[in-house]
């Protein structure tokens, strides 16, 4: 093992997976995570893998030990509920019940519902080039994989039962199963009661819900499932997981499935819970009611860095993922970017950005940050990245654009982010009398300034205003600015503001803002 002295979360769930590896003998450490295919893949999912592959990246640096990462599909799953944002709903109506692998696709691209979700995920993780094996749960039932980890269930059924029984209701008890049959004529999952089991014969028998008649059934090959907590930790058992992450609202059903996983011999994985993400209302984002953002929808306004250092960020903290929190995290990216490119090796490691897929070497303009490009879109309505240019060669003189296309990438996002956010929610407001005089000085002061004056002497007079006519809290003087000159709550630097936009210019802008043009 390589001596890491980082404290970075994934570098510590490495550490104990790799103290959890060396006590076992096997040629590969298996990380998992799951997904199920009852919608198309979200933000959530994007997340649980990146998260995941950064604990790998981690895993790597401290030793030489194989890995492999499985993103596993329930795709035999019956489908309780038609998910809200489908086409052809009326038709996948009539198939509630069965496996997701056995019902039409409602787009008429595939075969079935699963297959077409399942080459979404595919597409959706090979897009950012994650490495992976998928799995789907219906062809390990179909094929036997699965068929000694089923017979182990069957052999500790009562002890299952002892574990699981107490955590349901009276109702929900006097029918429990961990097997759910399939109908043969229906195809339908059943949740019903069974009545004997055979575990000589690897059989188990039932009354049919709707022919009361009794049937009976194998467990193997897919013709039972197992209900999903036990499915977990049968799963862990034969795929021999050593790690998975779960969301918080899972704590429980892990704390099960491990108790179901030791009873049928196995050890359950090492395991890190994440917090949820929340919409704009403070609400779980989730793939049935499509509330949230889309890895589209944010991509189309960040660069991908942005977005996964969002998913690195404090993982168990709830965090509100809607386009408000897009501009920050750009500008937490630039940040960490400046520091990282002059960093050594060893201290990139102790960086957020050693785990995100990032294109460093990019050059970037010092003392330009996201918040003063849309700032910049918001104050000339910017259509195209050509007008926020013409301030930056304002502030840097001439500037060799294809030097800088990682700038020219910005410049596009910000237009594009200042024309779907900022300029629907403009809102200006009248200065009080207070502030009316406070930008009468600022006026008379920058008349007076010299066009090469830094941005930090611009912020100093500012200040010396605010100080001056005794703004309490100070910050109100600032806000002022920004609700009255920009028409926002909030906004850059002033001082930065103010150097970019051109001094000419934001004379003319307050003195427009107050009336006097």
């Not at 795929?239 to 609202?249: F, P, Q, R, S, V």
């Not at 879109?377 to 301030?391: K, M």
């Not at 830094?454 to 600032?478: H, N, V």
């Amino acid at each position: 093992m390589i001596d890491i002295k980082s404290n970075l979360w994934p570098f510590v769930e490495a550490k104990k997976i790799l103290k959890r590896f060396n006590n076992l003998e096997k040629e590969y450490c298996i990380f998992q995570t799951g997904y199920g295919p009852s919608g198309l893949p979200h933000i959530g999912t994007f997340g649980e893998v990146l998260r995941t592959s950064m604990v790998i990246k981690a895993f790597k640096k401290l030793t030489d030990k194989k890995v492999k990462l499985f993103v596993f599909s329930d795709d035999m799953d019956g489908l309780r509920k038609v998910p809200k944002n489908i086409p052809n709903q009326n038709l996948i109506s009539q198939h509630l019940e069965k496996p997701l692998s056995s019902i039409p696709d409602p787009f008429q691209e595939f075969d079935s519902f699963s297959e077409y979700n399942n080459n979404k995920l595919i597409n959706f993780l090979e897009k950012f080039n994650f490495d992976f094996e998928f799995k789907s749960a219906t062809q390990h039932y179909k094929d036997g994989v699965f068929n000694e980890g089923l017979e182990s269930v069957l052999l500790n059924y009562e002890k299952i039962l002892n574990v699981i029984l107490p955590t349901l209701g009276k109702e929900r008890r006097e029918s429990y199963s961990p097997f759910l049959p399939v109908c043969e004529q229906t195809g339908k999952v059943l949740q019903v009661k069974i009545d004997e089991i055979n575990k000589k014969s690897n059989t188990l028998i039932y009354k049919h819900p709707e022919s009361n008649k009794k049937v009976e059934t194998s467990i193997l090959d897919g013709h039972c499932k197992l209900q999903w907590k036990v499915d977990w930790a049968m799963r862990w058992y034969v795929l021999g997981i050593d790690y998975e992450m779960n969301g918080k609202d899972l704590i429980e059903s892990f704390q099960l499935s491990n108790k179901i996983n030791r009873i049928i011999g196995g050890r359950p994985p090492n395991n890190f819970t994440y917090e949820l993400f929340l919409d704009q209302n403070g609400e779980k984002i989730s793939k049935s009611i499509g509330n949230g953002i889309s890895v589209d929808d944010w991509l189309e306004f960040s660069p991908r860095q942005s977005l996964e250092l969002f998913m690195f960020q404090n993982p168990t903290r709830a965090k509100r993922l809607y386009f408000d929190v897009i501009p920050k995290m750009t500008d937490d990216f630039l940040k960490y970017n400046k520091e990282y490119k002059i960093m050594s090796e060893d201290k990139k490691m102790e960086s957020p950005l050693w785990f995100v897929n990032n294109e460093i070497n990019q050059n970037i303009l010092d003392n330009l940050s996201f918040s003063l490009i849309l700032n910049l879109a918001s104050v000339c309505n910017a259509e195209t990245s050509d007008i926020l240019w013409g301030f930056i060669e304002n502030y840097y003189g001439k500037v060799d654009k294809e030097k800088y296309p990682y700038l020219e990438k910005l410049l596009q996002f910000g237009v594009e982010y200042y024309n779907k956010f900022v300029l629907p929610e403009k809102n200006y407001r009248e200065p009080n009398e207070k502030e009316i005089l406070g930008f009468k000085q600022l006026i008379n002061s920058l008349k007076e300034v010299e066009d090469d004056i830094k941005a930090e002497d611009i912020q100093t007079i500012i200040y010396d205003i605010g100080m001056s006519l005794k703004f309490e809290p100070l910050k109100e003087w600032f806000t002022a600015f920004y609700q009255v000159i920009l028409g926002q709550d909030q906004g850059p630097r002033l001082g930065s503001f103010i150097k970019f936009y051109g001094i000419k210019k934001t004379i003319s802008l307050v003195k427009e803002k107050l009336g006097e043009n």
